[in-house]
């Protein structure tokens, strides 16, 4: 599964708090509205401007914080292709993954990554292209790519379902 698009590039730190405001927690349960606030007291401008396929590229601990699913939640609505870090906090990378949100550590990549380039993520083989260079990482396990493949854990533990009774 490769994907390819445009860098939305952040620092280390970046709390569920601040992907996902906090002050909707309670009130925002539509997904399509989660989405419209997707990171805006970072940067107001991504909720507007995010386009499916895009990529966030970021520093260490990036989903740091509460366990807010809603942070993982809002970033797929969105469109976010995938997220590539320094580092990620381990309930985030949970809470992505059942989103079916692909994460990838590579802090190789990260510095030689603009905003607003293009790059490319190879999940199944382990790479991040970077105008040319291939940055390693390693590739995101089966069990893992099948949920991913699948749209997040409840398609894919559906289809297991499905597949057992067919």
């Known amino acids: 599964m490769a994907i390819r698009g445009k860098v939305w590039k ?7 708090d601040v992907i996902f405001p906090g002050k909707y927690t309670y009130t925002v349960t539509d997904r399509k509205e989660m989405a419209a606030h997707a990171l805006e007291d970072l940067d ?38 995938a997220v590539v870090a320094a580092s990620f906090a ?8 059942n989103e079916g949100l692909p ?8 510095d030689a990554i603009e905003a607003g380039s293009q790059i490319g993520v190879d999940l199944e083989n382990g790479v991040v292209e970077v105008e040319g260079k291939k940055f390693p990482f390693p590739g995101l396990p089966e069990s893992v790519m099948g949920i991913v493949r699948e749209g997040g854990l409840i398609p894919y533990t559906r289809k297991m379902i499905a597949q057992r009774k067919g």
């Not at 952040?10 to 569920?16: A, C, F, L, M, V």
């Not at 381990?90 to 993954?97: E, G, H, K, S, T």
């Not at 994460?103 to 990260?110: F, K, N, Y």
Request: glycine share 10%; with cysteine.
């Open 103 to 110: 994460l990838v550590e590579c802090p190789a990549a990260i």
């Open 90 to 97: 381990r309930i985030f990378f949970r809470n992505a993954i």
């Open 10 to 16: 952040y620092g280390d730190d970046i709390n569920t």
């Open 44 to 81: 107001p401008a991504f909720a507007k401007e995010v386009r499916p396929g895009d990529i966030i590229v970021a520093g260490r601990n990036f989903g740091c914080g509460s366990s807010r699913e809603q942070a993982a939640s809002c970033l797929k609505e969105a469109g976010v292709a």
